[in-house]
Each structure stands twice: as structure tokens, then as C-alpha cells.
């Protein structure tokens, strides 16, 4: 079976409460300077949905201020702003799988779908950007990024491919364990232990006569065709994390800026919002029929560097949207950028015309819901310029917390 628990929601754990005065410990931060370099987010606010009625909450979070304010966001209380922040969620997530590396593999595959990728560059596969942004991807992709989740948990790891399908292997429990992300299975061998490739290697039929089925929305998991690409070892090669009798695996790809938003003064971030169709690099590939989107609404005539560490998909507007590789074109869509793109950088450098501007970011569906939507905490150096509000007016601000790290 898969199961689709959603994320589990971390509860709040008070350490300093306040809830009047907040004006004279609020005044004593200090501003935060154009460079999107991560302050100290000692402050803490947290809000909660207060009413159940209607389907739709998309939140508003707006700098009321005059300079930026940088905050990191936690999702239904959920931290997914860094590596650390993912494999918190990872533990607490499919708590009916027997270890930590099943409940990995759990993850990656229901939280992102099969489709196209933006893009074939390296950067895409960093597990923060891609669970928080993209959430969509094929099998070298989702591969890639089961590989470093499992080595971030401390495992070793390979990467397989088989020539006309890429899978990802893990060492655990004494024996080496595929388990397929994008297939969303994995093959049993006849002492009802997760079979190795080159176990499925030595007997295809662990695949087309299964010791074990598991519900998988691809059929041929299962099929002939499927044992074959294993069968035929003469072109199965393989990457490890450890590089012993191997090629070294390429390493993850991060950002230097991390996972905090850092917006100008006068605008508003509101997320999610639903969005009817998708950007991909290629062409020939339909568009993704799921998927939600975050804005970022820019007040005409303000200018400053951004932070978000979303993927951009479109600006509109009047003004100007620069990268360290060029300018945006602000009205059209951003298929090239994907394409050439050879490293991910969420600052950008915003200068918003007479009309204002709005600049479009990918959300990842999977993560950010809003059927199980129960409210969300910032994390910010300067809460005082920031008013979060949702358009059905039930979150309500319940506590806020200077947090001494």
C-alpha cells in the first residue's frame, strides 16, 4: 500500500511568550542590511487557523515597512527550510515503515510526480529546493535525490543505471537494498529481504513473479520489459557515495543563501495559489495538471535584492528582474532560464515600475496544501514589519517567542 499521511505537524514547544508590550522588544532589532546574508531569526510568531469553514486559504504575508525583513517559513509548523528541516519531517513521516531509509524512500515518492523536469541541471536536485519548489521529476531525478537523503542520513549509497531506467541503492541491514522512488516499489527476495540489483540481476523473475506486490500508478514496475533492464548487466553502471571501485557520485548542489525569504519593503508574499498550467524546458512534454504557485507582489517604484528560495516561473509587470547571469524579461515566461541555468542562486535584484511588479515562484503541491492547512510560525529578525493574514480571515497570531539559540 501507499500511504499519503500528509506532513506531521511539529508542535511549538513556548519559551519565552509574549503577548502585550510587544512594541519595546520589537523596536530594538535592528534592520536588516541589502545583502541577503541570514541574520539572527530570534523571533518567533506563530499562527493558527482559527475557523474550518471554506476550501481555499491562501496567506499574505506582508512587509508593512519601509526596509526588507527576512523570515523563514514553517509550513503547518512543519521547518523544511534546510537539510536538517527535511530530515526532521522525514522521521516523523510513514511511522508504519520499519526503519529510517524505507521511510525515506516513502517520502521521496509521495511527495513529487512524475513528470518532465525543468530542468537537467545539477541544482535541481537539492531535496530542500526541489520538496519545497519544483516536486516533480523522472527517475534519474528522483534517484538523485533519495541518494542524498539517505547519505545526509548517514548511509552509503550508489546510484544505478541500467540503460533505459535509473535507480537509486542503499546499504542497510547488512545487505544492499534497491528501492525505486519513482516506481514507488521494491522486490523481495526469496528470504523476504529487499532485493539488491544485482540479486534482481541474477533472478528477473523477483520482478515479473513478485514475492511481494506493492501498489504502484506505474504497471510495468512489475513487467518483463522492466526485469530485462536489470537482466541485461553488460550496461548496468553505477555511482557510489563512497567511490570505492566506482565512480564518486556528483555531490549535492546548495545554495548559498539558504532557505530564508528575504522580501523588500511594501510587499506581500501569498501562497499557495492554484495555477492551471506549468512551465517545463520542453515543449513536447503536456503540462503538469497539479501544481501551486507563490507571488510576490512588489509595490511600483521599489527596488532591492530578494531572497526567495523558490524556482521563479514568470514576472509580469513593468521594471527590471536581474540575476548574477542577466535580466529577466519581465511579461515572459522563463523556458530558457531553465534550460541554461548552470547553478541555482534564489537572490535576485528587483526594480519595480509604474505598474508595480509580480514575480510568480513553483510551489511543490505535495508540501504546501491547504487541505490539512492548520496555520504556520515565522521565524524573523524583524517581526514588527511583518502582517500575516489569509483570505478567509481565520488565522489568528496565538503566541510570540524570543528564542535564545
Known sequence: MIYNQGIPRI??????????????????CLPLSEEPTQTAMN???SYERISTQGSANVVSIQNIGPESASFILKWNGVDMSSMDGLLEVISQYAPQEPTPHIQAWRFVHDFSQHYSPLTEREWLHEPVLFFNSAGFGICDDLAELLYHVWTAMGYEARIWSLNGHIVPEVFAQGKWQLLDPDFGTYYLNDGGEIASVNEIAQDPSLIFNPRLVLDSYLSSAYSPGVAALYASTGDNRFCSSNGRLSVKCDPISRSRNGGFFQIPGQSTLELPHQSEGYLTYDPDVVEIPDFKIAILKIAPGVSGRINIPLIPVSATGSGTVRTSRGNFVVG??????????????????VDAGDEGMEITFSLNPRIFNTEDFAGLILQSDRPDLLNVSDNLGSLMMT??????D
Open 332 to 349: 515572459a515566461r522563463l523556458d530558457q532560464y531553465f534550460a541554461e541555468r548552470t547553478g541555482y542562486n534564489p537572490s535576485l535584484w
Open 11 to 28: 508542535q511549538n514547544h513556548m519559551r519565552f511568550v509574549v503577548l502585550s508590550g510587544l512594541t519595546v522588544f520589537l523596536n530594538s
Open 399 to 404: 503566541s510570540v517567542e524570543f528564542v535564545v
Open 43 to 45: 523571533w518567533q510568531i
